[in-house]
């Protein structure tokens, strides 16, 4: 039992944070499929561009996505600079997978 369950008691309060912490983990598992599947995704990428000896990273495209997301996180009422922080970390993964699987293609 978290601390906070045990200053809560019975509590209707205890009640409501169980069912937002419910919620929250359900996103957390929907969040963890979703980056799987983009990651799928992005290693296709990463082959496609091995196989056409592109470059693993595109700074023009990331420049868009960047822009693009900020947007989306300023509609959503989430902080633009956390989402650019996020996507960025993702986007150096990217570009880490897509460095690897040049390297096995030997480009």
Do not use: Y
């Not at 369950?5 to 937002?20: D, I, N, P, V």
């Not at 960047?66 to 993702?90: G, M, S, T």
């Amino acid at each position: 039992m978290s601390e906070a369950e045990t200053r809560l008691g019975e509590s209707e309060a205890l009640q409501e944070l169980k069912a937002l912490r419910s919620s929250i983990d359900n996103i957390d598992a929907a969040l963890i499929h979703m980056l799987a599947e983009r990651f799928r995704c992005t290693q296709q990428v990463g082959v496609l561009k091995a196989t056409n000896d592109l470059p693993p990273a595109d700074p023009a495209r990331e420049k868009i996505q960047i822009e693009r997301l900020r947007r989306l996180a300023a509609d959503a009422n989430l902080d633009p600079d956390f989402a650019e922080k996020f996507l960025n970390f993702i986007v150096r993964e990217v570009i880490r997978h897509h460095e690897a699987i040049a390297a096995e293609a030997g480009n």
